[in-house]
Structure formats: structure tokens, C-alpha cells
């Protein structure tokens, strides 16, 4: 509808829902062909400035049809405009504000690489409850796997953009830097030595869209945004609306692959398990004119998942110098499977509150507020400890209250809290958001079903659970920003602003008998098994501050041509300064083709968890084949040890980063986007492997002294070259009788490579003693390098499919998750007369291992009961696909580690059923 009105000159009007009515907040009005845009309020009202003149209006919204709607407006006068849209199934949104500072531009009129991600919609049509999950299986850049067997990281999970590290990607919520973590990963799994954001803390039903800039960005947004932006937008929407969900496990694994190897008996067995409730409810009202409260609550329970094989090595103490397990088994009733680990998926329960708000003060002054509070508790498990491997010493006591020995659990208390409050609006012709930004997150251990050895030496009462001590970390930030459009040419837009941040990391000590040798003499281990607490003069509150200034300019040359710059200066208490540039641009050969290109440098500066976490680890790690455990000791990189081994102290990573890319969008239903990039990192971060004191008499009593028999550091070791190639090719359309259809595939390639030599060899940033000392390879081994090349999918393709007719719909999904690789430290490729025997097969074989692509698909069917409620049923990994099984008796870890926790594609939890209500009133 469109009529005349008698208010200033411009447009007004109205976004509401096709189906049922209701008013759409957050949809973006844009005229055609300029920068000149705005977004509706909370009730679907927008108002836009324009000169007279004829123009065509593209409304769009994540979730809906696209329409691009014809205006006239006559000198004086105000043009009234309300528009419906209709939903469609579109995942890679329309209008962006990530790394823009002018307002907001199409996703293909930017000059970088954005997706968006409609979470809202997503989450009616799909099995997955969690953030990570979510964009695992949507965006082809991003990868997050659950890790299990790894300490903390069973209960928070890392992920990637663009295979490289959790913490070389900075998270937004709203606009606002997100805090990290204050878990370190510092077992043997993807990601070691990282500390990342955890997106699981914010719950799925208060989100209303992800924007993923995939590109360099520390010049707009500071540190840590090397590999790109991973922007969460909440929702601003009134009314009630939510979901209910239950889903499980039903699948089928090679459990005794290893034990009934040769006999032809099945090694399969039927599993279900994993069962997972969600409810989230999310309601929001109206305040005022244009304002908003919005609320959201939601809840989870993880059932744990378990894929461990079955064991076949030793269980009991020999009788007589003879192995008799069979027989103490059928003298106990027992079997071989009452003694399995638990290798999967973590229990987690737990859930958040969520508040968005927003309330005008003035026409041109609004305060606005946002934060959340999620506790979740985790409960996982270490590995077994039979009752062959514990120590003879303590023995009689162990067994008087663990008679076939135990299985330690490591669980957690993570909190997480953030708040965020501020006022923006316009002072004259400038823009401004004066804002305040505080996030804490607390990781408490808890170990349960365990022991202290050298308490067990002389008493059977011993304790068995734990308070293990924990990390916290907590950081605020207050930005000021100011904006400005002028009108330059076809309009420029100047943005300048200041930021002040505060960190601190925290460690807390364990209670005394998680950590203390009562024994010496015993000779045997202290402090709880599987995770001893953290000792006292390792506790401790450190902090830092940084300022930073910028400037961010973006100018519209033409109409087809947008140039950008940025500048940003930023000093930091513990390292200095820095100075970060980018540049980018776009340029529209046609109205649906356009090129655009990008530089930029950035940094990371080193995590105050890197710089301070310390502790004493038990580490399994490979000798000769098997699992061994290690006490090794994290120091910091300014203690002692470190001193006497030469490890450099620590620095910021810098970067240089360059994409070109291609939009093309062809009568508003095919589009396709192809961007390659170059990102160079000098000075990476990682967790060293274990030193031992190799005769020095100083370390041996520096390692004594942390009840420890080896140390590692966090060092700048080597610099590395990521390349890669990244598309989008989709095509939407609709038909009569109210159908819809939408294919998108979407793929990234990936080539993360560490700097080598003329021969081929790392370049490895040691010292000159670790050289001398011939202990390079302890400092960055062959392990350490397939993790940053190979140990994460090098490519991912997803095929996406909805159809919808009437109350019908259906999502037909599937991804390919590239193949993986496993370099073992131990092996030499040159030797083969070195390597182990593969005991499956009688042969001397490596213990590196290529793991091939798999494929994964999901699909789910829905039906809309009401206008208002909506039942969706499906399957996540249909085909019930698996990993390939290890290959190599020696990683399998006898018998129990049927597939690779040291790399990892999708998981291996198997096929997932589940059913789901959405509601929305």
C-alpha cells in the first residue's frame, strides 16, 4: 500500500509477517543502489530520509523473501509503505553490519566476505541445540568438534574459522568484543594450547542471526580477529515464541573391533544413548514507541555418549606370575565391559537467561542494555585405572574401596556472565554509542570416583572426591563511537572511536589433598588421579589493560565503486604497542556482478591464560605404541624452567591478510560468491611437548618441587601461510499453490601450512640451548605440525535443500567433511624398520594415519498444526556414518580407542533422531 502523507519528506511504514501478521523488528530497508538505508523498530515501523525522486526499496529479512518495492516521493511530502514478507528457506542472509561501520550494506554489495546465518529460523529445522553444533554443520568455514579423554575441553568445546586457532577469531555479541574463556587446552587434542570463546554459553533461542566475517579485521575490531568476526545478533522481537525438543542416539559401532580381530565374530554392537532435552522459551514486549525488553530462558540436558571398544589388555594384578583375568572375571561376575571408558560425549546439564533491551529517552537518544548468566555442569571421565596398574603399594588400601579398580571423573562448574550497557544516538549531524562491556567466565573442577595415591599408602580412608581448584577470567571494556556521513561524492562515511579494556585471569588453588604428597618415599603419585588440583604458589590474580584508537573511513566513489580504510592504534600494559591497517573494495561491473578485494594486517596478543596458567598435568602420550602417563608440569613462560631451557618470553602474533573475491547474482534467484584468501601468521602461540632434565640438576629440582617429571611452556614457535578458497552458489525460488524451493552449496578449501626451510624442514624459533641441547623436537614436533596442516578437515562442502508447499515443508542437508591426518611424534618416515608392529596385522607399520572424507546427512520434516505452531521430525547423520576405524594397533590404545580423539571430523556419536516444537505467538 502506498499513499501520501503530510509529515516531513521521506517514507514511512510497516514490515509484517505473510502468514500470520505480526510486526517484523530488525528488517532492513535499503534504497537500491546507495548506502542510504535503516532497519524497522521492535513493532515493524521504519522511517527513511530521502530526497524526491523515484527509487525501488529492497526490504529484506534473515529467514524471508527478499521484495524490492517501487516509491515515489514528491517534494514535502511523506510516502506511507507497508510490506509483507513471506518466509523463505534462505541461510546466507541479505543485509550486514559486520565489518561495516556505514549502517549496513547487502551482503553482496559488501567488500568483504560475510555469511549470515538465520539462526532463529534454523534451529525449527535441524537436530542441533547448541551454537557450535549449529555452525558446524552450516557454515563450510567454521568446524567445532566435541573432544573427549582431554580434561576442561570435554565441557567446553573449541572451534575454528578457516582452520585456525579458537582464539584467531573474535567473537561480538550485538557489536560488543565477547569474552573468552578462561579454559586453556592443554591436552593432545585438536587445539592445543588455545584458549577460545565459548559460544555454547549463549543460548540458541536468544539468537536471531550470526554474521560471519570471514576476513582480517583488527584494525576495526582489535585483537584476536585474525581469521575473521564471528558477530551474534540477539533477538528484538515481541511476543512468545520457543521450542521443546528430544533427541537421542540410535546407532551402531565396531565396539570389540580390536578383541574380536581374526575370530570372525561381529564386532559391532547396538547403542542408544545421548539423549538431549532442550526447552527455550523467548518473550518480548514493547516499551514505548520503538522500544523493547526481550527475554529468553532456556535449558539443557546431555546424556552422555559412549564409543569406547573394549579393552584387552591386563586387568588384574598376575596371581603366581601367571595372568589370570578370565578367571577373576567369572569369580566376580563380571566382564570385560564393566571395565569401559567413557569415550564420547560429555553429560552437560544446565542452562541461561538472556536479556536484550532497548528505550528511548528522545527522538534522537535511546539506552540500551544486554547480558546473560549460564551455569552448566559437566561430568566426564579419565582413563581407567585398573586394578593391574595400581601401584603395589598402596594396593590393599585401594582395593578395600575399589576392589576392580576405578574410572575418575572430571567434572565441572563452568559460570558464565555477561552485561552490557550503554547510550547511543545523535548529536547534530554525528552518530555516537558510548558503551560499557563486562564478561566473566569461571571453570571449576570437581573430581569425583578418584585418589590420592600417597593418602592411600597408609589408610583404606582415604578421600575420593575433590575440589581441584579452578581458572576464571573476567574482562571490561568501554567503547565510545562516532560515525558521520557526508556527502562526498556518492557518500562518505567517517568513523573514529576509543577503547579501554580491562583483563584479569584467575587461578584458584585445590583443597589441600587434591595436590599434596603425603608420601615422598612412596615413590608414588600425589594429588587426585586423573586431575591434581592446582597448587598454592600457582594460584593468583593477574591483569592487564589496553587503550586503542581508530579511524574507519568508507566512501561510495560511485554508484558501482565503494573504497574503505582503517587505522588503529592500540597499546597493551604488558607488551606494547601495535598498529593495524586494512583496506578493501567493490566495485560493480553490473548490477548482479561486482569484484572486491581486501588488505590488512592484525595481531593477537597473548592471552593472559597463556601467560599464566600452571600447573601439573597427567598426560598419556605415546611410547612404543602404548598410552603412557606422565606427571608434566605447565610453567609459565617466565618461571624458572624456562630460564634455564632458553624459551623466549612471550609476544603478540602478527599477521598479514589479503582476499579477492566475486559476487554474482543473476534475476534474484541465482547468486554465487567466491572468495580466495592469503592469511601469513608470525610468532604462533603453541603448548610445547614435555622437557624432561635431561641431567640438569637445577630442572630436576625445579620439576621435584611441582611434583612433576617433565615441563612445558607456552612459546612463540613458528610462523605459518593459510590459503584457501571459499564459495557460495545458491538458487531460490517460488511457485503457485504457495511452494517454495531453495538449494544452497556451499564449500571452503583449506591449505594451513607452517614456513619451512630450503629442505623442507619447519622453521622453528628456538633457542640456541634447546638447539645445542639437540631438544628442538621437544620444543615442536611432528605432531604439533599436523595440527596445524592436516589435523582439522582441509575441506567441507555442504548441500543444503528446503522445500516448502503450504503447511509442509522439508530439509534435506548433507556435508562432506574432508579427509583428516594423524602424524605420531615417534615415527620417523624415513625408518621404517623403526616402527612398531601393528599387532592386527603382524607387520611393522607406521603409526601416522590418513583418515578419508566422509559425508553426513541429515534431514528433517515439518509441519506448521497452527499458524502458531510448527512440529519438525528428523534425523542428524541419517546413514549413521562413522569416522574411519584406526588402523594401527598402536593408536587404538589397546583396544579401547576404536577412533581417533587426536583428530576428528564430525564426531563420532553416529545416527541422532529427534523431534521438535516451535512456537511463536
Known sequence: MISSGLFAQGIRGKVTDEKNGSALPGVSILVEGTNNGTVTDANGNFELNAAAGSYNLIVSFIGYTSKTVPAVIKAGETVSLDVSLAESSELLGEIVVTGTRSGGRSRIDSPVPVDVIPVAQITNNVGQVDINQILTFIAPSFQSTRQTISDGSDHIDPAQLRGLGPDQVLVLVNGKRRHQSSLVNVNGTVNRGTVGTDLNAIPATSVERIEILRDGASAQYGSDAIAGVINIILKTRTGLSGNVSYGQNVTSYDKNYVINNGTGKDPSVNVTDGGTTQVGLNYGLKVGEKGFVNITGEYVNREPTNRTGTYTGQLFPAVNGQIADEEILSQRGLTRNNFDMRIGNSKVKGGGVVLNASIPVTTNLEVYAFGGYNNKKGYAAGFYRYPNAVPAIVRTNVFAVYPNGFLPEINSNVTDISVAAGIRGKLGEWKFDLSNTFGKNDFDYEIANSVNYTQAVSTSNFQTTFNAGGNGFSQNTVNLDLGRKFNVLQGLNVAVGAEQRTDKYTITAGEESSYQNYDIASGVASGSQVFAGFFPQNAGTHSRHSVAGYVDLEQDLTRAWVLSAALRFENYSDFGNTLNYK?????????????????????????????????????????????????????????????????????????????????????????????????????????????????????????????????????????????????????????????????????????????????????????????????????????????????????????????????????????????????????????????????????????????????????????????????????NNLFDVYPELQAHSGNISLGRFVYSRRVQQMGFNGRYIFARLNFNF
Open 583 to 875: 583496506v578493501s573494495t567493490r566495485y560493480k561491473i553490473t548490477d548482479g556482478i561486482a569484484l572486491r578485494a581486501s588488505a590488512s594486517s592484525g595481531f593477537r596478543a597473548p592471552s593472559l591464560q597463556q601467560k599464566y596458567y600452571a600447573r601439573t598435568n597427567t598426560l598419556f602420550v605415546t611410547q612404543n605404541g602404548q598410552q603412557v602417563p606422565q606427571e608434566s608440569g605447565t610453567f609459565t613462560n617466565n618461571s624458572r624452567p624456562a630460564e634455564i631451557l632458553g624459551i623466549p618470553r612471550l609476544k603478540q602474533e602478527t599477521s598479514q591478510s589479503f582476499t579477492i573475491g566475486t559476487t554474482i547474482q543473476i534475476n534474484n534467484a541465482f547468486e554465487l560468491t567466491l572468495d580466495a584468501y592469503q592469511i601469513d601468521i608470525d610468532d604462533r602461540i603453541v603448548l610445547t611437548n614435555n622437557f624432561t632434565d635431561a641431567g640438569n640438576a637445577a630442572l630436576k629440582a625445579q620439576l621435584a618441587a611441582a611434583n612433576a617429571t617433565a615441563a612445558n611452556f607456552f612459546a612463540n614457535a613458528v610462523d605459518t601461510r593459510s590459503r584457501g578458497l571459499e564459495g557460495v552458489l545458491s538458487y531460490n525460488t517460488r511457485f503457485a499453490g504457495n511452494q517454495s524451493f531453495r538449494a544452497v552449496l556451499a564449500g571452503t578449501f583449506i591449505q594451513n601450512r607452517v614456513k619451512k626451510d630450503a629442505s623442507g624442514k619447519p622453521i622453528i624459533h628456538a633457542s640456541d640451548i634447546l638447539v645445542a641441547t639437540n631438544q628442538v623436537n621437544t620444543y615442536f614436533n611432528r605432531e604439533d605440525l599436523s595440527r596445524f596442516e592436516i589435523a582439522s578437515p582441509r575441506n567441507k562442502q555442504n548441500l543444503m535443500i528446503n522445500y516448502k508447499a503450504g503447511k509442509f515443508g522439508v530439509m534435506l542437508r548433507a556435508v562432506r567433511f574432508g579427509e583428516v591426518a594423524y602424524w605420531d611424534a615417534t615415527i620417523d618416515p624415513t625408518k621404517p624398520e623403526s616402527w612398531p608392529v601393528n599387532t592386527l596385522t603382524g607387520q611393522r607399520e607406521t603409526l601416522d594415519q590418513v583418515y578419508d572424507a566422509r559425508i553426513v546427512t541429515d534431514i528433517a520434516l515439518n509441519y506448521d498444526l497452527t499458524k502458531a505452531i510448527n512440529l519438525s521430525v528428523g534425523s
